[in-house]
């Protein structure tokens, strides 16, 4: 097991370096860079030049990278946001707390959406509940996140004005008490439940078929041969053979999310990762736009690598000793 | 051995053909009404798009004009116009005609990239497939959206065809995946294998052999790929990372409901596009589902 | 010069594993096998599933790849990379599976014209009087040059991968298993079949099968495999009247009588066979399991008994 | 023969299954009794209905149309909730699968697979109580280390040792009916012998009825007591297994026999001419099997072929048999091998 | 002072309560404003009660940074957060020029060439510490520190006496400045021009007792700034969600007295929902409000649209020339594409900027005419007559220039013959950039002049300052451009035009221009009349002589809870009132 995983890792890293060599070559070449945006007449150029060439703005883009991976690799230090003032790590810190939120909890809707409705339509195949389930995964599917997570903003948020329209918490709460743990809540269930809503429907439709496939396999068969009822074989052969590809899937799920959620944190101006990529593309706050595409490609690696863990854990056939 | 008279008589016009992949997939489409509404759907906007914007002048349509800002439809604008004044039914034509384009060229693309990819690597195997899955699992490990971002952002022209070929660049490995996978179990059956004990050289046999049992999965995942393209390009688009708007696409006037005056108020601006991206998934998905059951005898439904 | 020899064969499948995914051991699937066919005849290959039948038989036509060992076919050696003689031609085979041995997208006339097309220049019309010929040879009507492989049966269909073979007019056929997928009654048809043209066309064939019942009836020599290696090598009668090794002598028990009067006998046979299995186990296989090298015990048998006790 | 200890019955019994619009029977119309300690064989070509057959009994059709009755020990299985049904098999009724391969849940131990059917039956059975009866089923089936193996997922056996799972889980719970389809046909020639010798303790020990399917005529020869024929979903002759081997008289019985390789073979086996129709292609009227026999004449087939007792035991379906010949006997006598 | 200058991405106006009743144009009907109906002061409506809260809504579309503080942020984001807790030690009048009603009063000494400042005593911080001329001269020291990762460090610095010398890191001190006592400072200039008494004195002291100790490259990261910021303005910071809110509470013991409201908060807005948030008074009050919205929500019953001039005003730009790195000065290139001005003038006139301002933002842009907004109104002449729209005077213009159409392909060619394509680069953002942008290059269309857009698309906004010059790298693909300026406090615009202005994206320069605007900040100046006459003179030489022409003028709308009273749009200044007295007449935001 251990053995496996460190393997795997070691395939990773390469990757990941190459990665972070793509994604910073990419970076210099957008075109114009943190201070560019510091016109004014009352600012001294001479003086924005000169913090460039400190910052080794002017270095070519190598050296820069050198100096770069050196800093990641010895001290985990991401560079400096320009237009934060801060560190990369500790504005992304920041951040990703906020994804992470609203990613497990999107995590928890899909499920609860999928799994049961999966079910449901896997078990009753080409039955009326089937084809409405069935129907809602053509609707999921043709319609895309944004529109739907900007109607769902305006009706619930607007209209009804049941949730929050923005931000990940009420203002003027203390960290750790019950009501800020309630508006955090509150404030992701809208751009969460959009997410799941949309991205589900692969996973119904996926589980699904899974079950109709499961269903015609002879171990079943043989269940029913000893005797098992028809509960007993879907919930204890079929539900579990099916699920193994939806938990193996989990880990590609993550790599999902990243693009969700670029789309559903600038809709509802939530302050997590997806949006801060979009604000630093447009500042050209590179620090910031590399470590966040590295940093998601490298949660891409890690959510491939849970899949193959996870695959390996729950299936006797390919467990790794 | 003497040959009979059946073989001298062999006339091989008259004998009768059976039903070739293309018919069964025809006759499964044929029987499913909603894929058959779908596909006449889609044609016909495909047609109609296609054939109406040779009749438009995209430059009058793009016109601004400062006396018609935010028409509403009317007989003049039948879906009124946007905030340049610009006509939108105009610029719908325009744009479901670019956004098919894209989705199409990405699709083709990514096919011919990904089968060829796919093909190789599964067919060959060995060294050969580990460093191209290397690649692959390289590609698959980028935050897709993200680096399309960047890329857009740093290609200086930007029209249709790069912004196709950015797009290509980073979706090409799920086919090839898919194709990698199938190729790698095709070339161990004994077809395969008996090609090249018959001496038929290995591209051939990974063209000519392999290739036509692979072409169905080819075909479902392309059709449903390209509704997901579609899908794809209207969300670059509505982030802002489209094209610019004398380049309507479906996306663009999808983007125009990021103004909340246009969400509330001025639906014939966004809606028209948002349906008709609706439509068009729906439809690509449908007919891609009946070509799935076609292509897989047990779910067959005639 | 013999028609065919093989010489030592041996095919190892890497096992990979270890933090680098390195060869860490190998599957001996075929472990030092010899044997030579002669022209005309049909060479029985038996074993239980896995002992190596089926890689050896690639290995002569070329699928797989040879770890090391000698194949010479009428006197050249086809392990020679240098020398470019195409004697693959000559050489063809049958597959066990009537199903996916036949590309389900082509329609028959490419099927069977696929290796015309490799080696001969026909044109369009030559080649459907050939193929339809060909048909025509293994009793299938030349209108069904057509249609799409389904559309048959499996005894149908092995006959096409049959036409397929002989299009070229090879000399030596390698038949796996040809019959293991088709039923009692289709099974006869196509056993029938290959009799008929290997008489008509003076054809070679390497039989590979596991039930002894079919090799016996189309063999003229038995070799008898078990975890890779040879244990019993002789005439068909000689193997069946006068098995020597025990693991061949097992395999004749459990052959199923189909007199249902023998039951017993039959019974009493095999338990006997099987005590004796047991008890003298390591007289015949050496600490591994394998069987060890092949002594002549006539000039057409041959056992694989150790060294002198 | 013992009658009085009848075990099942089945009485024009019909299986049909839904093409499309239309249902088609694949088991049609057939009546069979199984006795206590008795093997009955089905042999037949494939898609002859053999499993449908077996599948019909267990119940295990989910979308079947079933008509005609199955009585198990004076209870109708065709006519039975679910619930009863699900109390019977696995229990008094259990059934070995054809493909050791896929019969197995892949996620569960063999201990899990084998105690569910224990537990399903017997809810009061400790746990370890359970443990110890699944080790002795696996001891009792042949497999040599059964405690290692209670852990072991079915991946890890080798296919004749999955076999053995999967007839340890059928005589788990000692039935009294046990259907084998093609309990042998993925195995090796001498694990075959094996598992057939486990079937026929079995039996012995356990005073059980058998139905064993095959299509190996030399399997039938070594284990049946009696063999019943089928073709395209009809039984065309039922007689003791000696009677069949020695005097068998429907023409496809004979032609099967003829077609198999054996000892006093000549040189060219016989085969049948043309191929077993698929399901929807099946003739409905009349002897069945006159498209594959065209030489025999017409009029020598009954207009709607029955069972014909011929001897006490001894059934042949229509009157064809006594006219049939192989046309390379030129038709001079009509008797079976031997 | 905040001298908010920037490009155009800076946020629109808009202006208030409900419409006109129309000098020229009747609104109700066509949705068209003007800025004369908008007022940038609340009007109050009932009594304010004691106490209570509000909450203020920053538009934006991203968060905000959280560098919060004066000497170290560089958003504008930040500064809207800032401004509530912390404040210039000096105020300022209509005009932008310093007065003594401040934190702190001052006393000009023109035969010195300085400047002593006192520190009002009750002026403390927020921990109670006295703000002192150490803490100002800290921040002097700070931002002159060659570690100083802040944008602040300009000309405002560099006129001190010794500044250069201390930013260089050959002076320990600033020789310029010097404390006098705890309350008194005393800064000497090398540079002293008339522009320092608007804007040109850096008022934001840096609380030394907490920043000493910090490394002058940590500053604007640590707790100090993004945690706890400090300062002695009329709120106090209490809690702060980066980048989302900030609670703030009264402070007490502010100098000018104590705040009505117990407190108030913050929070990011954004521009998609600020209507709502209005609307279901989840927010009092904005920043600025998208003049975009404003047609549809006009009629808004729960609040009072404020509104302002604002300081920017967009233009058109011609390239004349390129940027001389090695001498630091713009290089003319007189045979510049568009170096001919009757063709900069006929491009003029061809544009209906009346119009644009009218029909894109619904009269709240409107034309411009001079390079000096009407923010400040007593610099920006408005009797010069600058070129409007008309077609017919620019065809003949180019007529005239010898621009015709020799190939008779509609496109007029320049007057040697040869084909005119000219490139027009513009920015992406803003909603109705692309339109615009577009208009433009029809309305040039219309009178037979080629111009093509740069890329065929918008430039996004960093590269397109790269292009045109910030760097001093000119694009030469780059003919005409689209911009905008902001104007700081001060109007000199040698910043903007004058020859040594990298900025002076034109790359133009004339020895009228060059004279104007020394005139401008010579000593002379120090006499408003007569610097109001030079800029007056300026305005008008630059309309002649077109390197750049205005395009249109903007108004910032600020829309209030009626429930709010003593409010002023900020950037209206010298309107006496202040942020402390800001009230509630009721607990509950009015509704819609
Ligand atoms: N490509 C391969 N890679 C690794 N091992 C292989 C490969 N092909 C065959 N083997 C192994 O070689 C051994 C011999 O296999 P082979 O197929 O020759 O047996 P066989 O006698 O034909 O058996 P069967 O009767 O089941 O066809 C087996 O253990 C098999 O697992
Ligand atoms: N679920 C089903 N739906 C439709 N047709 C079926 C179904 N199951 C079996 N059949 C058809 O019924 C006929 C009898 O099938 P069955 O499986 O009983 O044959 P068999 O005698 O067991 O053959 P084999 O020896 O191959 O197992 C075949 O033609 C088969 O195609
Ligand atoms: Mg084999
Ligand atoms: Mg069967």
Not at chain 3, 267 to 279: D, T
Not at chain 5, 341 to 368: H, I, K, P, Q, S
Not at chain 5, 474 to 488: E, L, S, T
Request: net charge negative.
């Amino acid at each position: 097991m251990w053995k496996f995983i460190v393997r795997r890792l070691l395939i990773a890293l390469p990757q990941i370096l190459l990665l972070s060599v793509l994604v910073f070559l990419m970076a210099q070449m957008m075109p114009g860079d943190a201070l560019s945006g510091l016109i004014d007449p009352n600012i001294d150029p001479a003086a924005i030049e000169a913090q460039r060439e400190r910052l080794g703005l002017n270095d070519p883009w190598h050296i820069q990278y050198v100096d770069w991976i050196t800093g990641v690799v010895t001290e985990g230090d991401l560079g400096r946001s320009f237009r934060y003032k801060m560190d990369v790590t500790e504005i992304i810190g920041q951040r990703l707390v906020n994804t992470f939120w609203l990613s497990l909890v999107t995590l928890i809707f899909t499920y609860l959406i999928a799994i049961p409705l999966g079910i449901t339509s896997g078990r009753y195949n080409d039955t009326f509940r089937d084809q409405m389930i069935t129907g809602y995964t053509y609707v999921g599917f043709a319609t895309p996140l944004f529109i739907f997570a900007l109607v769902a903003l305006w009706i619930l948020g607007f209209q009804f004005g049941w949730f929050p329209t923005g931000g990940s918490v009420s203002p003027g709460l203390t960290p750790g008490t019950f009501e800020y743990f309630l508006s955090r809540l509150h404030h992701l269930i809208l751009p969460a439940l959009s997410m799941a809503l949309i991205t589900t429907v692969n996973t119904v439709q996926y589980l699904r078929s899974e079950i109709i496939d499961t269903k015609q396999k002879d171990f079943i068969i043989t269940a029913r041969a000893k005797g098992a009822s028809e509960s007993r074989v879907y919930n204890r052969h079929i539900l579990r053979n099916s699920l193994l590809p939806i938990a193996a899937f989990f880990g590609f799920e993550i790599t999902g999310l990243i693009g969700g959620t670029i789309f559903v944190e600038t809709i509802y101006s939530y302050p997590g990762m997806g949006q801060l990529f979009i604000e630093s593309i447009n500042l050209r706050d590179y620090s910031v736009v590399i470590a966040v595409v590295l940093l998601l490609g490298i949660a891409s690696i890690l959510g491939a690598l849970l899949s193959d863990i996870i695959l390996s854990l729950v299936d006797p056939r390919i467990r790794i000793k | 051995m003497e040959t009979t008279n059946a073989v001298e008589n062999l006339n091989i016009e008259n004998i009768n053909k059976s039903p070739s992949g293309v018919s069964i997939i025809w006759r499964e489409i044929m029987r499913d009404k909603l894929a058959l509404i779908s596909l006449v759907f889609l044609l016909l906007v495909t047609t109609l798009v296609y054939g109406i914007s040779l009749f438009l002048d995209l430059d009058q349509i793009v016109k601004i004009d400062l006396f018609a800002i935010h028409e509403p439809p009317s007989s003049d604008f039948w879906l009124g116009t946007d905030y340049g004044g610009r006509d939108v039914f105009g610029q719908l034509i325009i744009g479901t005609r670019n956004s098919l384009t894209i989705g199409f060229l990405v699709t083709l693309m990514t096919g011919l990239i990904g089968v060829t990819f796919g093909l190789t690597a599964g067919f060959f195997g060995g060294h050969i497939d580990n460093i191209m899955m290397r690649v692959l699992d390289f590609f698959i490990i980028l935050p897709f959206l993200m680096i399309v971002i960047v890329f857009v952002s740093i290609v200086p022209n930007y029209s249709i065809i790069s912004f196709s070929l950015i797009m290509t660049a980073f979706l090409w490995m799920g086919i090839a995946r898919l194709i990698r996978s199938k190729a790698l179990q095709e070339r161990e059956l004994d077809y395969a294998q008996a090609s090249k004990t018959l001496g038929t050289p290995r591209w051939k046999i990974m063209f000519g052999q392999v290739l036509p049992n692979v072409s169905s999965l080819i075909i479902v995942t392309m059709t449903l790929n390209l509704a997901a393209n579609i899908g794809l390009e209207s969300g670059l688009s509505f982030l802002g990372f489209g094209f610019p708007e004398e380049t309507p696409s479906l996306g663009t006037l999808l983007s125009y409901a990021r103004n909340p005056q246009t969400l509330e108020n001025r639906w014939w601006i966004w809606m028209p596009a948002a349906i008709l991206i609706f439509l068009l998934m729906l439809s690509v998905r449908n007919v891609g589902e009946a070509l799935k059951r076609a292509t897989d005898a047990r779910q067959r439904r005639g | 010069m013999e028609f065919l020899k093989v010489e030592d064969l041996k095919i190892h499948f890497p096992i990979r594993g270890g933090l680098l995914n390195r060869k860490i051991d190998s599957v001996r699937a075929v472990d030092g096998v010899s044997f030579s066919i002669e022209q005309g005849k049909t060479y029985g290959l038996v074993g239980e599933s896995g002992s190596g039948k089926t890689t050896t038989g690639r290995a002569i036509i070329g699928l797989n790849n040879i770890t090391s060992g000698k194949v010479f076919f009428e006197g050249n050696d086809l392990t020679d990379n240098s020398k470019k003689v195409d004697v693959r031609k000559d050489i063809q085979m049958i597959f066990q599976d009537p199903y996916s041995s036949l590309n389900p997208k082509k329609r028959v006339i490419d099927i069977v014209a696929e290796p015309l097309r490799n080696y001969e220049r026909l044109t369009k019309k030559e080649e459907r009087y050939k193929v339809a010929e060909l048909l025509e040879k293994v009793g299938l009507s030349p209108e069904s040059i057509l249609k799409y492989p389904h559309e048959f049966s499996g005894g149908q269909r092995q006959r096409i991968g049959i036409a397929r073979a002989i299009a070229l007019k090879p000399k030596l056929i390698i038949a796996d298993e040809p019959v293991s997928a088709l039923d009692v009654s289709v099974q006869a048809q196509v056993l029938n079949f290959m009799k008929d043209i290997q008489k008509e066309l003076n054809l070679t064939y390497l039989f590979i099968s596991h039930d002894l019942g079919i090799v016996k009836h189309m063999s003229d020599e038995i070799g008898i495999m078990y975890k890779g290696r040879y244990v019993e090598e002789g005439k068909t009668e000689e193997i069946f009247t006068n098995p020597q090794h025990i693991y061949t002598k097992r395999l004749v028990a459990a052959i199923p009588d189909i007199n249902p009067q023998n039951r017993e006998k039959q019974k009493i046979f095999r338990q006997s066979v099987q005590e004796e299995f047991e008890q003298s186990y390591h007289d015949y296989f050496d600490e591994e399991g394998l069987a060890y090298n092949l002594r002549n015990i006539s000039n057409s048998h041959s056992v694989a008994l150790p060294e002198k006790g | 023969m013992k009658l009085k200890n009848k075990l099942l019955e089945l009485k024009n019994l019909k299986t049909s299954f839904r093409i499309r619009d239309d249902y088609f029977a694949a088991v049609d119309d057939v009546s069979l009794d199984v006795h206590k300690n008795e093997v009955l064989a089905i042999v037949g070509e494939s898609g002859s209905g053999k499993s449908a057959l077996a599948f019909s009994i267990m119940g295990l059709h989910n979308r079947a149309k079933i008509e005609g009755n199955i009585v198990f020990k004076d209870k109708d299985l065709a006519n039975i909730s679910i619930s009863k049904l699900n109390a019977i098999r696995g229990n008094e009724m259990s059934m070995i699968f054809q493909d050791p391969l896929t019969a197995l849940n892949p996620l569960m131990t063999i201990e899990e697979q084998i105690g569910e059917v224990l537990q399903l039956h017997n809810r009061n059975l400790s746990k370890r109580k359970r443990r110890e009866r699944v080790i002795t089923l696996l001891d009792q089936v042949g497999i040599p280390r059964p405690k290692q193996t209670c852990e072991q997922f079915p991946h890890e056996l080798s296919g004749g040792m999955r076999q053995r799972v999967i007839i340890a889980i059928a005589i788990a719970n000692s039935p009294e009916l046990l259907i084998a389809d093609e309990p042998t046909t993925a195995l090796d020639v001498t694990i075959q012998a094996q598992i057939l010798d486990l079937i026929r303790d079995l039996k012995e020990k356990m005073n059980a009825g058998i139905i064993l399917i095959t299509h190996d005529l030399g399997v039938v020869a070594e284990m049946a007591d009696r063999v019943a024929v089928m073709y395209a979903g009809e039984i065309v002759e039922i007689a003791s297994v000696d009677t069949l081997f020695e005097n068998a008289r429907h023409p496809y019985t004979r032609s099967l026999l003829n077609s198999v390789p054996s000892d006093e073979q000549q040189d060219t086996l016989h085969v049948i001419q043309g191929i077993v129709p698929s399901l929807k292609n099946l003739p409905r009227h009349g002897c069945r099997f006159a498209a594959r026999i065209p030489w025999i004449d017409e009029s020598a087939h009954e207009e709607n072929p029955t069972l014909h007792e011929i001897a006490p035991g001894h059934f042949v379906r229509c009157t064809c048999h006594e006219h049939f010949y192989f046309p390379d006997e030129k038709g001079d006598e009509a008797h079976g091998i031997s | 002072s905040e001298d908010e200058d920037t490009q155009g991405e800076q946020n629109d106006q808009g202006q208030e309560e409900d419409t006109n009743g129309g000098d020229e144009d009747d609104a109700e009907d066509d949705g068209i404003y003007s800025i004369d109906d908008f007022s940038p002061v609340k009007t109050n409506e009932g009594e304010a009660i004691d106490g209570g809260t509000i909450t203020f809504g920053l538009v934006s579309d991203t968060p905000f940074e959280g560098t919060l503080n004066h000497n170290f942020y560089s958003g504008n984001p930040d500064v809207q957060v800032i401004d509530w807790f912390s404040e210039s030690l000096l105020a300022v009048d209509e005009n932008y020029a310093y007065t003594q009603e401040g934190a702190a009063t001052f006393e000009v000494n023109e035969e010195e060439q300085s400047i002593t400042f006192t520190i009002r005593d009750n002026v403390n911080w927020h921990d109670g510490e006295p703000v002192t001329a150490e803490d100002w001269l800290f921040a002097h020291e700070v931002i002159g520190d060659p570690d100083y990762d802040g944008p602040r460090y300009g000309q405002t610095f560099t006129s001190i006496e010794g500044m250069e010398e201390y930013h260089a890191g050959e002076a320990d001190t600033i020789s310029g400045m010097e404390v006098i006592d705890e309350k008194t400072l005393k800064i000497t200039y090398a540079n002293f021009t008339p522009s320092l008494l608007s804007s040109g004195i850096w008022t934001y002291p840096l609380a030394k007792h907490i920043f000493e100790d910090i490394p002058v490259a940590d500053m604007s990261s640590s707790d100090a700034v993004r945690r706890e910021p400090i300062g002695f303005g009329p709120f106090i910071v209490e809690s702060i969600v980066p980048g989302e809110s900030v609670t703030y509470v009264k402070n007490e013991d502010y100098w000018r007295g104590e705040p009505t409201l117990d407190g108030l908060t913050l929070i990011v807005v954004n521009e998609n929902v600020v209507v709502q948030s209005l609307q279901n008074g989840t927010v009092d009050l904005v920043n600025s409000f998208p003049t975009d919205q404003y047609p549809e929500n006009a009629d808004m019953s729960n609040v009072e649209f404020l509104g302002d001039i604002d300081n920017t005003y967009t233009y058109i730009g011609f390239k004349l020339g390129s940027w001389d790195a090695e001498n630091n000065r713009v290089d003319m290139d007189p045979d510049a594409k568009m170096a001919d001005v009757e063709l900069r003038r006929a491009m003029w006139y061809a544009v209906d900027n009346a119009t644009v301002g009218e029909r894109f933002y619904n009269g709240l842009r409107w034309n411009a005419t001079t390079l000096i907004p009407p923010s400040h109104p007593d610099f920006h002449d408005d009797t010069i007559e600058a070129p409007l729209y008309d077609p017919e005077r620019a065809n003949e213009i180019l007529d005239a220039a010898g621009y015709e159409d020799v190939t008779g392909d509609g496109f007029r060619e320049d007057p040697d013959g040869n084909e005119l394509v000219i490139n027009f680069a513009s920015m992406s953002g803003g909603d109705t950039a692309e339109p615009l942008a577009r208009y433009y290059i029809q309305s040039w269309e219309a009178v037979g002049l080629n111009v093509q857009l740069l890329d065929g698309r918008l430039i996004e906004f960093n590269s397109f300052y790269d292009r045109v010059g910030q760097r001093g790298e000119d694009d030469p693909a780059i003919d005409i451009y689209q911009a905008a300026w902001g104007v700081g406090s001060d109007v000199d615009p040698s910043g903007l035009y004058g020859p040594n202005a990298i900025f002076n994206f034109p790359r133009y320069e004339s020895e009228g221009n060059d004279e104007l605007l020394a005139r401008g900040l010579s000593e002379e100046a120090f006499d408003h009349a007569y610097r109001q006459e030079v800029y007056s003179e300026w305005q008008e030489f630059m309309v002649e002589e077109i390197p750049v022409f205005p395009t249109v003028y903007r108004a910032i709308l600020v829309p209030v809870n009626n429930r709010v009273v003593n409010y002023n749009i900020p950037t209206n200044a010298g309107s006496e009132i202040y942020r402390y007295q800001i009230g509630v007449t009721q607990e509950e935001p009015y509704t819609n």
